[in-house]
């Protein structure tokens, strides 16, 4: 038997770290809405998100999307990157848009480019 890997700290567990990684996906998410509001098209949508600190431990309080990946996923993956859905032309150019305005540059998931992580719904 493999011991655990964490996703923060490897083969320990690092909760300041998971704490700040949390931290970060929150600036992240206000970072692409405040980058959406600065275009014309504003038909790109996140979910609601916050960060509660209580006694010592944070949690992350985000709201569930009406995401089913065979019907209403357009854009990214549902399978860690297995499956990459990109076929919407319009919303392409919305996330290429939105890209550009944050300086991150399109890469490739399999065999799509895509602008954003590769397990974004």
Known sequence: DDPPTWMYG?????D???MKGAGHD?????SCWAATNQTEHRDIHFPTMA?????????????CLPIKPSETLIYGSADAGETVHKSDTKFNDRMRE????????????NDAEIYGPGDIE
């Open 10 to 14: 490897g083969d320990k567990p690092d």
């Open 98 to 109: 939105l890209g550009e305005l944050l300086n991150i540059k399109a890469h490739k998931v």
């Open 26 to 30: 929150l600036k992240g998410l206000i």
């Open 51 to 63: 960060l509660i600190d209580y006694r010592g431990y944070r949690l992350i309080a985000i709201t």
């Open 16 to 18: 300041a770290a998971a």
